[in-house]
């Protein structure tokens, strides 16, 4: 998904949807609703837009768009201390998207050929296994004594 038809989702898909969101950020819903659609040439998304937008909505898929689409991937950097279950939590999602990982490697194979559309779907399995073992990394460093 690239950063436009992100910030679509998630301009409508907020709570309240673009009407609520809009009033929060200072726009008319009309305004909004252009600024959100991929295919406007007069309203356009700014940076200020999609930076207002996750922070009020705490949906973060316009930043995970962006980076994807320029080879890299984010990860939040000041988790909070975590305790054992948080880790626990952690460990086994990661084992989970592993999972889910290898499955699209497994159906991309299984015919004898890997066509485009299979390498973006590992692609994207392989960036979510990505996010989730720095979240685990960030949880562990967080509990790490200091000194």
Same mark, same amino acid.
């Given at each position: 998904m690239n950063y436009k038809d992100a910030f679509y989702k998630t301009v409508h898909n907020s709570p309240g949807g673009c009407e609520a969101l809009a009033v929060? =950020?200072?726009y008319t819903a009309g305004l909004?609703?252009?600024? &959100?659609n991929p295919n406007s040439t007069t309203n356009v998304l700014t940076m200020d837009d999609a930076s *207002?937008? =996750?922070e009020l909505t705490e949906n973060y898929e316009v930043l995970h768009a962006l &980076? *994807? $689409?320029h080879g890299f991937?984010?990860?939040?950097?000041? $988790?909070?201390p975590a305790g054992d279950m948080a880790v626990l939590e952690s460990v086994t999602g990661l084992w989970e998207k592993l999972g889910a990982f290898g499955g699209e490697i497994h159906q991309a194979l299984a015919d004898g050929k890997v066509d485009a559309? $299979?390498? $973006?779907k590992i692609d994207k399995a392989l960036f979510v296994v990505f996010q989730l073992g720095m979240q685990l990394r960030a949880r562990i460093n967080g509990m790490a004594e200091k000194g």
């Open positions: 929060r =950020m200072g909004l609703r252009n600024k &959100a *207002r937008a =996750m &980076a *994807r $689409e991937i984010c990860t939040k950097v000041d $988790e909070q559309h $299979e390498v $973006e």
